[in-house]
């Protein structure tokens, strides 16, 4: 399954990965042309031909000193910002935005080094970066006012920005995420905050892309699909921000993201009084985003409008499409 696109870019940036932490350069100069011209041959192969599944989209770019930011921008009315976690991109979003641009203007963008975006080496990936990433796009499209609807890292990431600009904030749709701090962490996630091995396990080995591609979900996923959320992530470069995505996770007060992800966490009592405004869906069988979660942003937002999908995984819009995307379409779609 999957063969020339896992096994073989696996293979030659694990070999790859050998060489850089062996700092060895004239094993690196001598091998990488060689294997870039094989992987640029794999990727052809594996591509030739096909288009992503369910994404008929025109790409727009935003640049930034680091490189391009792609994003989505359909349909036309109030604004509605799709914020994607790790190891997703746009493509998570893909049906929603089919869905709402009949009613709104969707905004799905590729945070750096994510989906379409450029894949800078030199670049920080850290929470307060994808922060300043996003508010820099939507200072460029010239919003004003908007919503916002998070997965995974982008609930983070999105009230991080509904935190610095709250008086700009309509409504929030929050998708088995947090944006506040916990010590609970999967041990398999543990395993790739590991240094040098985590690196080599995602990013040589494309072992947190491809694996979530069967345990974020709860219903098997059609080849397509599984090939449309992998398609960016093709090599040992193009993994660079899910690593840094997993390395950056705070977990205690010495962690770069920890300071920031403490002042999110302070800003969601702004919200507090209008948590009519909120709504809270939620796939009850997350590996990694599990009750505990739930039941916390049930506790910071006691009024807010919450749906619980008991037999949906952690990829809530694969499993359960149908029902999670209606609920949100009515969302906001409705008066008040």
């Known amino acids: 399954m999957f063969f020339p696109d896992i096994f073989f870019s696996g293979a030659e940036d694990f070999f790859f990965s050998i060489l850089y932490y062996n700092n060895s350069r004239f094993l690196e100069n001598l091998f990488a042309e060689p294997i870039n011209k094989f992987r640029v041959f794999i990727i052809n192969i594996s591509m030739a031909g096909k288009e992503l599944f369910e994404y008929p989209y025109t790409p727009n770019y935003f640049v930034t000193p680091y490189g391009r930011i792609h994003y989505l921008r359909e349909g036309e009315g109030d604004v509605v910002v799709c914020v994607h976690g ?6 998570y979003y893909r049906n929603l935005v089919a869905a709402l641009r009949k009613t709104h203007c969707v905004i799905a963008p590729d945070h750096l080094g994510c989906g379409l975006s450029d894949k800078p080496q030199d670049f920080r990936y850290t929470l307060d970066s994808h922060i300043e990433n996003l508010q ?3 200072n460029h499209l010239g919003v004003q006012r908007f919503s916002l609807v998070m997965h995974d890292w982008g609930g983070a990431i999105g009230m991080g920005l509904a935190a610095r600009l709250p008086e700009q904030v309509e409504k929030l749709v929050i998708l088995n995420t947090a944006a506040f701090r916990a ?3 999967p041990l398999r996630i543990q395993l790739c905050k590991v240094p040098v091995v985590g690196e080599l396990l ?12 069967f ?3 709860t219903k098997k996923m059609r080849k397509e699909i599984a090939l449309g ?5 093709n090599n040992w470069h193009n993994r660079i921000a899910i690593h840094r995505f997993v390395a950056d996770i705070p977990l205690k007060k010495a962690d770069h993201s920890y300071a920031c992800l403490r002042e999110v966490e302070r800003g969601l009592a702004g919200f507090a009084g209008s948590q009519q405004k909120i709504l809270l869906l939620w796939g009850g069988r997350d590996f990694c985003f599990n009750d505990y979660f739930y039941e916390k ?6 009024q807010c409008r919450h749906c619980y999908l008991a037999d ?11 029902e999670a995307i209606g609920r949100i379409v009515t969302f906001f779609t409705e008066n008040g």
């Open 229 to 233: 959320y992998l398609a960016p992530y």
């Open 202 to 213: 995602v990013r040589g080995l494309n072992g947190f892309a491809w694996p979530a591609t």
């Open 183 to 185: 010590d609970r962490i």
């Open 136 to 138: 820099s796009l939507l």
């Open 312 to 322: 949906a995984g952690h990829y809530v819009l694969e499993d359960a499409k149908d």
């Open 297 to 302: 942003w049930r506790t910071i937002f006691p």
């Open 215 to 217: 345990m974020a979900v």
């Open 86 to 91: 790790n190891p997703t991109w746009s493509y």
